[in-house]
Every structure is written in C-alpha cells, then in structure tokens.
C-alpha cells in the first residue's frame, strides 16, 4: 500500500544507521479495503506488515566487494488507544 524511497548511504559492519526516506501510500489500495481498516481501529489494535529489500554492497577487509541484498519481512501491532506498538516480529535474511 506504500513504497519507501530510500537515499544511498552508508551502513556500519557493526552498527546501525538512520537513513532519510520518502514514503509515498497508495491511499486508492486502502480505500478499497476500508472496512477492514474500520474494524480494526474499532478492535483497539492495527496489524501492519512490511517487506523491505535492500541492495547494496559489503566490502571485505577493504580489498574485496561483493554485491549483497538484504531482506526483512516484519509484522507487528500498534495499540490505538496508546499508539504503541504492542508487538513486533521480523525475519531478516541476508544474500551475497
């Protein structure tokens, strides 16, 4: 339902970083599952689902490049009346 342009930029070996990024959602996709989307606030709770791939290169002891892609499919649930997310699962996978 939304597509996320992600910028290049540069990730630690050991580490984490925080990548800016655009989020375009396709509202005409949600609207045509509204009621779903009604019953679910009405609930209490909100289950999203993500699928992300990012490609990219790994770089080895500074000498050898190998193209790598990884993966991460998460589905959590976000509690409305404190809009906190209230659990979180992912599988994340990696590909060179």
Do not use: W
Not at 56 to 68: E, S, V, Y
């Amino acid at each position: 339902m939304g597509d996320a342009d992600l910028y290049p930029g540069l990730i630690p070996s050991k580490g984490t970083e925080t990548l800016p990024s655009r989020l375009t959602i396709q509202v005409d996709q949600m609207a045509a599952d509204m009621s779903a989307l009604i019953s679910d606030v009405l609930a209490g709770q909100i289950v999203l689902e993500t699928r992300t791939r990012i490609p990219g290169r790994a770089t080895f002891l500074k000498i050898i490049k190998k193209h790598a892609v990884a993966t991460s499919e998460c589905r959590f649930t976000i509690d409305i009346p404190s809009l906190k997310i209230q659990s979180q699962e992912c599988k994340n996978k990696t590909k060179f």
